[in-house]
């Protein structure tokens, strides 16, 4: 009787068992499919932005053979006067007209024209100021080309496709395939976008000067939240009496690392721009926004660090008469600051990525110059990317992939930073 | 020396002379310890008379120095206020602001709106002015105090001073001021929130705000104009968060929590090490970044796919903002998760082997029930990291407080109404920003509430544990 109920009993567990199994498979299947969903997404991610983003490395620029003839620059007299008062635009289309005789009317040239940049007459400048011998010559000079013509070099405009559906027309496309046949088009490195600031024109912006902004911020923000943050670590490990004070501090540390950021850009407003007048699209507000963001996590970094040194090289310190200052500076801290360095750098990571707090004090600003101290109004390469992702121009879609390809490498590179210190310091007890 | 240095020099140069001061107090020591016999008979060693020295010159110059300049610009712009004419001077205050912004404009150069007039360049001047008077006295006062202080501890310096127990009360002193300053901060954002937030409800009863069913905060320029009274009901804003927050739990919950049980439960060493740094990149790459991939890419996708089946998708759906949340979430749920399931002790799943289950039923049966507070809390904070996400619900989601649950439609969040309403020009008083204000109020309670509770859950089941 007992033995025929254990056969059914093993018969039932083995019908159910091949059932179980499958079930198994499909928990495992589920777990990997979750993961790889991830991943894929993420791969998708780079690859979407690097596809659009890396043509933006080169930019098209056309010859010119300009005539820098004496009576431009004032007959006879040429000085540094003249010379920055010339008529440049005047020159440039000149050598337009002079490079497509066949071109007579206002309208046509008018057209013509604006192939290239408005940025031309300006380099034209530049190029003669820095050397006045120029004067009374014939140059060949690379001039950037205006962002349509840029646009269809790089194949994103249809050569083919019907006039109302592109911004070139016929006639300019045949311009454009004349000066390819006599090689006076060519891409080359877009040195504008690494060197200039902000522009209307997508051809000119840079992220120069966003860049600037974002250092002159993370330059107040590592000055002040380093420091701070692992005082506050050493005495809330080291120092601190375990009372309802320092539970009270505690707990506020980790509320604060999880309030949203944008609600750190609303006290940044009304503490420091209205209510202690400070200067609005600052780095320095920026930067004192993001310290107050960043404290709790390098406070968490480093008292996890603190935390890691074992207590006998308390002990051995206290033993040979250390104070216990002297034992928290002279011993501990030198062992746990690898990974306080790490938790900055991490924390650094994420304030260079932050974008919402710096749109509520102001740095969202169209800004060309490029900011040279901790007052001037300035973006940030966040902000700048946020920017540029609103403007409807073709270009600047390219613009903005190029700007987060170059923020995501310095925040790879930081991140790399960190992993590589902690493996070179780590130690274990 | 020169009366008049910008900040920057002299905050280096009080670093100097505190440096200075360092050398000063050491040598001095050694000095005073020649003439009693030898650097034995000092109570502490010669660094510690340095650094005393250092730390007198440098810490009540530096505060001074803090002081003066955040309230000099407040103190100025009232003097000038003060110093214009009666009928400039009893102008409303936001029309005083944007007098008081052309003015500071004039005087930084920058471009301001018109031909400024005598008057203001007037006032520019007088600013410029004040301005230098104060730049100049602040480095006097400033470089005083720093020498002063060297002076007095150079007297004070002898054998029996006891210069270490002195030190190092003082830098204790400055530990606690760092760890306090994240208590200044919470107070800071409470009291400047609610501050506005309170003003804002002088305007707008507190009730209509939480019950009101319309959100258009588009206030009348003029008295006479019809229509643009402003209605600032916050349930559209709120249900929009909600269902944005919904659709990326959606996303992040599942996938997030099978990652974590996978790599914790299933995964060998080698592919968690590559595996969970890789899924950490996604928590680390910029919300901005999202939001661009989101409108640009997903948003798009979306549309078209909508198109094929028939469906009418707002450009700004819901759904693309709340799609790429979740996937941005992902590693929050996954990586907390994964600690809580790490922590379920290893007997509990001998325990279900033994019995003959199987890996998966040990997870969903011992496992998983195991760990829920955990898993509760750590989707807790995952769902306020949702509700207080800015940049990819400002690029991607839409501006109009549509009252629907259709992922399809366009809603809008708390927080793009806050930059929606604090971006560009803006007046102060208006009920506009201040309503931006409110809304920061209604997210730092709701995020902190949720923190708070899931902070509480995880702590719970962590002690059960330990």
């Keep these: 009787m007992n033995d025929t109920n ?118 034209i ?46 006639q300019q496309i045949g311009w454009i395939e004349t000066l390819e046949k006599d090689g006076n ?33 993370m330059l107040v923000t590592l000055i002040l939240s380093f420091p701070i943050g692992v005082g506050a670590a050493v005495y809330l490990e ?7 004070w320092t539970d009270l501090i505690e707990v506020n540390i980790n509320n604060l690392a999880a309030v949203p950021s944008i609600v750190f850009g609303l006290l940044g407003l009304a503490v420091f721009l209205n209510f202690f007048g400070m200067p609005r699209s600052a780095p320095i507000v920026g930067g004192l926004v993001m310290t107050l963001m960043t404290l709790p996590v390098i406070i968490i970094a480093s008292r996890a660090a603190l935390k890691s040194v074992p207590p006998s090289i308390r002990e051995a310190a206290l033993g040979v008469g250390a104070s216990q200052m002297q034992m928290v500076f002279h011993h501990v801290l030198p062992l746990a600051l690898p990974g306080m360095l790490t938790g900055a750098i991490i924390g650094m990571a994420r304030a260079l990525g932050e974008t919402a707090p710096l749109l509520m004090i102001g740095m969202v600003a169209f800004i060309v110059d490029i900011p040279g101290g901790l007052t001037d109004p300035s973006t940030a390469l ?48 | 020396m020169g009366a008049n240095m910008n900040p920057t020099m002299l905050l280096v140069t009080i670093l100097f002379l505190s440096v200075m001061g360092f050398y000063m107090g050491r040598k001095r020591s050694y000095a005073v310890a020649d003439k009693v016999g030898g650097i034995n008979q000092l109570h502490s060693r010669p660094t510690y008379y340095g650094s005393l020295t250092a730390l007198w010159c440098a810490i009540p110059a530096l505060i001074v120095f803090c002081c003066w300049l955040l309230f000099e610009s407040r103190i100025i712009t009232d003097l000038v206020i003060s110093g214009l004419p009666d009928n400039l001077k009893n102008l409303p205050p936001d029309h005083l602001n944007l007098l008081v912004n052309d003015i500071r404009n004039l005087v930084n150069g920058n471009i301001v709106s018109g031909e ?68 200044f901060t919470t107070i800071g954002i409470v009291l400047s929130v609610l501050y506005e937030a309170v003003r804002f409800f002088k305007i707008v009863p507190l009730s209509g705000f939480l019950t009101g069913l319309e959100w258009s905060p588009q206030m ?34 599942p996938i997030g929590l099978m990652s974590a049980i996978y790599l914790s439960e299933y995964a060998n060493r080698t592919f968690r090490s590559i595996a969970k740094p890789l899924l950490e990149i996604l928590a680390g790459i910029p919300t901005v970044v999202y939001g661009f991939f989101a409108a640009l890419t997903v948003a798009p996708m979306i549309r078209n796919s909508g198109g094929i089946f028939g469906l009418d998708v707002s450009s700004e759906s819901a759904l693309a903002a709340g799609l790429v949340m979740g996937i941005m979430i992902i590693p929050f749920v996954s990586s907390l998760s994964d600690d809580v399931i790490n922590a ?67 809603v809008t969040t708390v927080t793009v109404q806050i930059v929606a309403l604090l971006v560009g020009d803006q007046e102060f008083d208006s009920p506009k920003t201040l309503a931006a204000f409110a809304l920061g109020l209604m997210l730092f309670i709701v995020t902190l509430i949720l923190n708070v509770v899931a902070l509480i859950v995880v702590k719970k089941y962590r002690e059960q544990y330990e």
Aim: charged residues 20%; contains cysteine.
């Design chain 1, 125 to 170: 400048r530049k190029m003669v100021l820095e050397n006045p011998e120029l004067v009374g010559t014939t140059q060949q000079v690379w001039v950037p080309a205006d962002d349509d013509v840029d646009m269809l070099i790089k194949g994103h405009m249809d050569r083919n496709s019907p006039d109302s559906e592109r911004r070139l027309s016929a």
């Design chain 2, 344 to 410: 379920v002790p290893q007997a509990l799943r001998d325990g279900a082997y033994a019995l003959g289950a199987t890996r998966s039923e040990t997870i969903q049966h011992v496992v998983v029930p195991a760990a829920l507070p955990g898993i509760v809390g750590s989707v807790l904070l995952a769902v306020s990291r949702a509700i207080g996400e800015t940049m990819i619900v400002v690029m991607a989601a839409g501006m109009s407080a549509n009252l629907t649950l259709n992922p399809l439609k366009t």
């Design chain 2, 220 to 253: 009348a320029i003029r008295t006479d104009q019809v229509g643009s009274s402003g209605s600032f009901g916050v349930i559209p804003v709120f249900m929009g968060t909600m269902l944005i927050s919904a659709i990326a739990m959606s996303v992040a919950v």
């Design chain 2, 116 to 183: 400024p007039s005598p008057l203001m360049a007037n006032a520019a001047d007088h600013y410029r002015a004040l301005n230098a008077t104060s730049h100049a006295s602040l480095t006097v006062i400033v470089i005083t105090i720093a020498i002063a202080g060297i002076l007095v501890i150079q007297k004070t310096i002898n054998p029996a001073l006891r210069a270490r127990n002195h030190v190092e009360r003082v830098i204790k002193y400055i530990l606690i001021a760092c760890s306090t300053i994240a208590i």
């Design chain 1, 6 to 123: 254990s056969i059914r009993n093993i018969n039932i567990v083995k019908q159910g068992l091949a059932k179980r199994y499958r079930a198994e498979k499909r928990f495992r299947l589920y777990g990997v499919t979750a993961i790889t969903a991830s991943l894929v997404f993420l791969a998708f991610l780079f690859i979407s932005i690097s596809s659009s983003g890396y043509t933006a490395f080169q930019q098209t620029f056309i010859c010119l053979t300009v005539n820098f003839d004496t009576e431009t620059f004032g007959g006879d007299n040429v000085d540094t006067e003249s010379i920055s008062s010339a008529n440049y635009q005047g020159i440039v289309k000149r050598s337009l007209s002079e490079m497509f005789p066949e071109v007579t009317s206002r309208q046509e040239k008018k057209v013509l024209n604006s192939m290239v940049s408005s940025g031309a007459a300006y380099n």
């Design chain 1, 382 to 429: 966040p902000v700048q990317i946020f920017l540029w992702a609103d403007s409807p121009e073709r270009a600047f879609l390219e613009k903005t992939s190029a700007a987060i390809m170059v923020l995501l490498t310095f925040l790879i590179a930081m991140n790399a930073l960190a992993v590589i210190l902690r493996k070179k310091f780590e130690k274990r007890w």
């Design chain 1, 185 to 217: 088009i060519r891409k080359q490195f877009n040195t504008i976008f690494f060197t200039s600031g902000d522009s209307r024109e997508p051809e000119l912006a840079g992220i120069c000067g966003a860049a600037a902004g974002s250092f002159f911020t």
């Design chain 1, 238 to 244: 080291e120092f601190a009496p375990k009372n309802r």
